[in-house]
């Protein structure tokens, strides 16, 4: 893919072009001649445009990351990050993960993981699910939390949708340590004195998980928050 600002430019503007571009269409004013093809046969080297005839297209390859493109800026913006929560609830206790690794080394959670490239969300929470833990468990997604997640300075460090996954039934004998943390159980009403935890995201979820096992919310309720957690030390 590209980083460079002039071949992102190029990419933009070939793609107003329903059947393809000219070399003239295409050709940047602030570059001489000499670096704007040179910029140019980059991007049919990388493969994401086709050169045919004179013509330059967008291939299926350059069609995919010009979308990423924003529009003004001409950026390609950091990766948005589209994960899954593993909520395994079983009586009055439920499953937390707390992370071994940077950044917030510590701090306990859920289980989860990124949701690869193509996959359905049920998929990834139980294959996720399976590698974290070594459990199996019949999954349904309940909700979802868009997390902006700043540093102590203000910066954005994280931004992403969480899909919130719930059970109350499993099979399979847990895992309780791994290179990347430690699962453990933890009785529902004392989550909140443990002293590194995310919130408010984890005392949202808990809330919602009760509201099912109570029957309080009817099985297909899907609940949405955005969070802007308070800015932490990374």
Known sequence: ???????????????????????????????????????????????????????????????????????????????????????LINNDSILLHRRLKHPQFGYVGFPSGKIAYGERILDTAHREFQEETHLDADFQIIGNLRQIRRNVGGQVIEDGVFYVCFADKFTGNLQETFQEGENFWCIIDKVSKIEKIFKPSVEIIINECKKRLERTKESGYIFTYELEPAPEAY
């Not at 072009?17 to 000499?34: C, N, R, V």
């Not at 991007?43 to 086709?50: A, E, H, M, R, S």
């Not at 529009?71 to 909520?87: A, H, L, N, R, T």
């Open 1 to 87: 893919m590209s980083d460079n600002k002039y071949q992102r430019e190029i990419l933009s503007r070939c793609s107003f072009f329903p059947s393809g571009a000219k070399y003239s269409d295409l050709a940047l004013k602030e570059i001489d001649d000499d670096l704007f093809n040179y910029h140019l046969q980059q991007l049919v080297k990388v493969g994401l445009l086709d050169k045919n005839d004179k013509i330059y297209t967008l291939t299926e390859k350059g069609k995919s990351y010009v979308t990423n493109i924003d529009e003004v800026s001409k950026e390609v913006p950091p990766k948005y990050k589209v994960s899954v929560y593993m909520c």
